[in-house]
Nanobody
Framework: VQLQASGGGLVQAGGSLRLSCAAS????????MGWYRQAPGKQRELVAV???????TYADSAKGRFTISRDTAKNTLYLEMNSLKPEDTAVYYC?????????WGQGTKVTVSS
């Protein structure tokens, strides 16, 4: 499984971005997919996860502002981010879970200016 994240960039506070994560390879084995982020000097943290059956889980910081979705026809995972705050600045990573392990994308940087 290969994951390619994109869509990051520089945005002003209050703005929006949509991140994409294109999956290729043995994608039929992918069960859950999610977005994580890592801010400078901090540990990587969960942002949102889309599990089997369409069950979503959001970090408290993301609830009400971010929406995770998946287009199975395009093999792509999305993260729609609205009302962005400077504290959302981080490198965002997509992750795919298969029965034999976990795969990570390369990360896409999001910078929110105040």
């Amino acid at each position: 499984v290969q994951l390619q994240a994109s869509g990051g960039g520089l945005v002003q506070a209050g703005g929006s971005l949509r991140l994409s994560c294109a999956a290729s390879g043995s994608i039929s084995n992918i069960d859950a997919m999610g977005w994580y982020r890592q801010a400078p000097g901090k540990q990587r943290e969960l942002v949102a996860v889309l599990g089997s059956g369409g069950i979503t889980t959001y970090a408290d910081s993301a609830k009400g502002r971010f929406t995770i979705s998946r287009d199975t026809a395009k093999n792509t995972l999305y993260l729609e981010m609205n009302s962005l705050k400077p504290e959302d600045t981080a490198v965002y990573y997509c992750r795919g879970v298969v029965p034999t392990g976990v795969y990570w994308g390369q990360g896409t940087k999001v910078t929110v200016s105040s």
